[in-house]
């Protein structure tokens, strides 16, 4: 019971996937890292523009969320920019994220999550990085890294594992959007299907 429980609560807590704020978090107590990434068929800018510049759109491609959309007047992906993600049908569960930090140049974004609904999260030492690198080929490699305290801090370790999974969901799902046009998400619920056509991403740092 406690190991279901404790799967459920930490699929809520998600990818957060999720940024360097226009006033960063304090990230003054201890936190887990974890940094995956994954290689796309796909041209740097398009990649980008599906992590970062449709900011409000990431329920095209992963799968742990229902449905996105943008708050507070917010149109496209600059800093500033708020969403709210969806983690279930219900919408019982949800973090309101805002993108804090913009490095065009190095292709790299910072974003926090300023609050939610039924997400453990100590929200003053979490955040996440989206990068993307040109591989000179043709090819990109996308990466996602969520440094975050879990709200009991007890649950870290817990939570940690299933962060992993879902950040490669998350790239899985981005790279059959890419490559394909298809999305996923959890209200078509088809990523069952298509994990079956592609390795899990690659994991580079966890602490």
């Known amino acids: 019971m406690m ?5 459920v609560i930490v699929t809520g807590m998600l990818l957060a996937l999720f940024s360097t704020s226009l006033q960063a978090q ?5 936190y887990k890292t974890v940094k995956m990434e994954m290689q796309i068929n796909a041209p740097l800018e398009r990649v980008w523009e599906a992590m970062v510049l449709d900011y409000g759109e990431i329920s095209n491609f992963a799968p742990p969320i229902y449905t996105s959309s943008y708050l507070n007047g917010s149109l496209k992906g600059e ?3 708020e969403r709210v993600c969806s983690f279930n049908a219900q919408e019982t569960r949800q973090s309101h994220e805002q993108i804090a930090e913009i490095d065009v140049e190095n292709k790299t974004m910072r974003n926090r999550i300023l609050g939610g609904k039924k997400l453990p999260l100590d929200f003053d030492n979490s955040q996440a990085f989206y990068r993307v690198v040109d591989n000179g080929d043709g090819t990109t490699t996308a990466s996602y890294e969520f440094q975050f305290r879990t709200k009991p801090a007890f649950m870290g370790f817990m939570a940690k594992g299933s962060f992993k999974k879902q950040l490669s969901a998350t790239l899985v799902g981005l790279k059959h959007y890419l490559e394909t046009g298809e999305k996923v998400n959890g209200t078509i619920g088809n990523y069952k299907d298509v994990k079956k056509n592609y390795q899990k991403a690659t994991v580079i740092k966890t602490k």
């Open 3 to 7: 190991k279901t429980t404790t799967k």
């Open 26 to 30: 304090s990230m003054s107590k201890k």
């Open 79 to 81: 800093v500033g920019a």
